[in-house]
């Protein structure tokens, strides 16, 4: 669930993107993306992620009216979408099996009603994130066979699966605290990787499964802590800064990528092993109000911390990229239609490695 900061979004008019196929010399051009591509058009739209032979995207939406997300399925040219999970509960963070033929999600649907109610806004915060009692559920690729493989009155969801198909990676707040763990496919063996105070969610694995990485936020100060303390204690989450981290996949050699001060999340790996591509806010820097504001591009940055580089380069959210497996294209969500500014939707690139695309 890579879903922190999704609501943010109902709050920021944004202005128009910039071309979808702007000239070489356009100092606001996507780098080594070309022919972006919007699949999606209807509600709000986030984390599409590919399936294992790069044919099919895997999301989250609200469309059709929905009051809360389902998970649908999709070809990467955005035909036959198709919807599968239970039409009733909230639904998240969603990702193929690599043999194609299963999926897996977070779902509130073993709950009664449909959407769980949603947490008071503390006084003064801007945003909260709602952390729903979900639980990680397997089914088929068309949505039968639904098994519920974890049983957690507290927020299990965000799973990733790793490439050999033995393990998921995810984020729990099953300890009082909300930390990243390590299962076997079936739910079982549950272990856990990280236990500092503090914020450890959207974890990845790298493509051979040796390396996890994921973004975390450690309160520092007596006044953070009680903050943080009140957040798991109500099971909500505020806009804190975040950073990304690396670890290996036992939960040793952790190492910090980033300190910047901003909200620097949603990461996912370039199918090579040596970059990590991310979404942050460190380029909209309100000097006035001495805070990061609202505008998230995608950045790469190789394993060891260095390299950084800027890919997208516009005025809208850019966020939940996944390169396919193959690495000749990434998707994407953003609110880059301009006669929806504030509404999400799932778009899909070609990947050049050349500064600009050509």
């Not at 272990?191 to 994921?214: A, E, Q």
């Not at 005025?315 to 996944?322: A, I």
Request: glycine share 8%; proline share 7%.
């Amino acid at each position: 669930m890579k879903k922190i900061l999704f609501i943010l979004l109902m709050f920021v008019l944004f202005n128009n993107p910039n071309p979808t196929n702007p000239s070489d010399d356009d100092p606001s051009v996507d780098r080594h993306m070309e022919n972006v591509t919007q699949l999606t058009f209807e509600g709000d739209n986030g984390e599409a992620y590919f399936s294992k032979d790069d044919t099919k995207l895997i999301f989250q939406s609200n469309r059709g009216g929905e009051s809360c997300d389902k998970i649908w399925v999709m070809n990467i040219d955005g035909s036959g979408k198709q919807r599968v999970s239970p039409d009733h509960g909230a639904h998240t963070c969603s990702f193929f099996f690599p043999d194609g033929r299963k999926v897996l999600f977070a779902s509130t649907s073993h709950m009664p009603g449909d959407c769980p109610p949603k947490p008071k806004l503390p006084g003064g915060a801007r945003y909260m994130w709602p952390l729903y009692a979900y639980d990680i559920y397997t089914a088929n690729a068309d949505g039968s066979d639904l098994k519920r493989i974890t049983n957690n009155p507290k927020y299990d969801a965000e799973p990733i699966i790793s490439g050999d198909g033995k393990k998921i990676v995810f984020g729990s707040q099953r300890k009082g605290d909300f930390d990243i763990y390590i299962m076997n496919v079936d739910g079982s063996n549950v272990k856990r990787l990280t236990d500092r105070v503090g914020y450890d969610g959207g974890p990845w694995f790298s493509p051979d499964g040796k390396k996890i990485v994921w973004r975390a936020w450690y309160p520092q100060t007596e006044k953070e802590r009680a903050q943080w303390r009140e957040c798991m204690d109500k099971d909500y989450i505020l806009s804190f800064p975040l950073d990304i981290w690396v670890m290996d996949a036992d939960g040793s050699a952790k190492r910090r990528l980033t300190d910047n001060g901003a909200t620097n999340w949603s990461p996912s790996w370039h199918p090579d092993g040596k970059r990590i591509i991310f979404s942050s806010n460190m380029d909209d820097w309100r000097k006035a109000l001495k805070t990061f504001g609202h505008n998230f591009e995608l950045y790469l940055i190789h394993v060891d911390g260095s390299g950084l580089e800027r890919i997208t380069y516009n005025n809208v959210f850019d966020s939940f990229p996944m390169f396919s497996n193959d690495g000749k294209k990434i998707a994407f969500a953003a609110n880059r239609n301009p006669t929806k500014p504030r509404a999400t939707d799932i778009f899909i690139a070609d990947w050049n490695e050349s500064e600009y695309p050509r």
